[in-house]
């Protein structure tokens, strides 16, 4: 059974699209959910991370925990080109420091 | 800002070789971990080190790796006997701590090829 799913894309949307990525999880036993984006040949950059279900701003990006549907958000407004990398929701299970990553689903906003 | 650096950024090498990755992590941080991405697939926990003992490590990190921290900056990935599969990309990370939340900065990655 896979932890964490997440669709691959790759996903292409116009610049100023609304921009939704989404991860599954399948053990409960988790404390913290993250996104982290990858520029090519770049390492993963921590974009965010939540704690409890429920919604977590910052700027043009809100993360979204359903922990009753295991179901993992991430959403861009007015995304811009720059926006485009692979983004990678992971998550830490209790007790542990290791990250458990997703596919990664690779986005490119277009001009 | 600081940031975590490794060398080299792309290593070639031959089935049956030695080789040494290397990492700085960040000077403060207490926590290391190294990963790894094969072309196309998910980043993979290996180990995590703390306190110059690992803390933990996957079923990927078999005898044929090892982790070092040689002097107070440096910490090393070996992998003793290469094979064609441990061609993937090899992140290095570090934390301040383990309590609650601590955020895992990444370094550029190394590249290895195995031929």
């Known amino acids: 059974q896979k932890e964490v799913e997440q669709d691959p894309g790759p996903l292409s949307v116009p610049e100023g699209a609304i921009v939704s990525l989404n991860c599954t999880y399948s053990?409960?036993?988790?404390?913290?959910f993250m996104w982290y984006r990858q520029y090519s040949r770049k390492g993963p950059e921590l974009l965010m991370y939540?704690?409890?279900?429920g919604n977590k701003e910052d700027g043009r990006f809100t993360a979204q925990v359903d922990k009753s549907s295991k179901y993992i958000s991430l959403f861009i407004r007015d995304s811009q080109p720059s926006d485009s990398a692979t983004y990678l929701c992971?998550?830490?299970?209790?007790?542990?420091?290791?990250?458990?990553f997703g596919q990664g689903t690779r986005l490119t906003i277009n001009p | 800002e600081p940031e975590v650096t490794q060398t080299p950024s792309h290593q070639v090498t031959q089935m049956g070789q030695e080789v040494i990755l290397r990492c700085v992590p960040i000077?403060?941080?207490?926590?290391f971990y190294w990963y790894r991405q094969i072309l196309g697939q998910k980043v993979e926990f290996l180990v995590s080190?703390?306190?110059?003992?690992?803390?933990?490590k996957s079923e990927i990190f078999d005898d044929q790796f090892s982790v070092e921290r040689p002097d107070g900056s440096n910490f090393t990935l070996k992998i003793r006997s290469t094979k064609l599969e441990d061609s993937a990309m090899y992140f290095c990370?570090?934390?301040?701590?383990?309590?609650?939340?601590?955020?895992?900065?990444f370094g550029p990655g190394t590249r290895l090829t195995v031929t």
């Open positions: 939540t704690y409890s279900s």
């Open positions: 053990n409960s036993a988790f404390q913290y």
């Open positions: 000077s403060n941080h207490l926590y």
């Open positions: 992971a998550r830490t299970p209790q007790g542990a420091q290791k990250l458990v």
């Open positions: 080190f703390y306190n110059n003992e690992i803390s933990e």
């Open positions: 990370a570090s934390s301040e701590g383990a309590e609650g939340f601590s955020e895992q900065y």
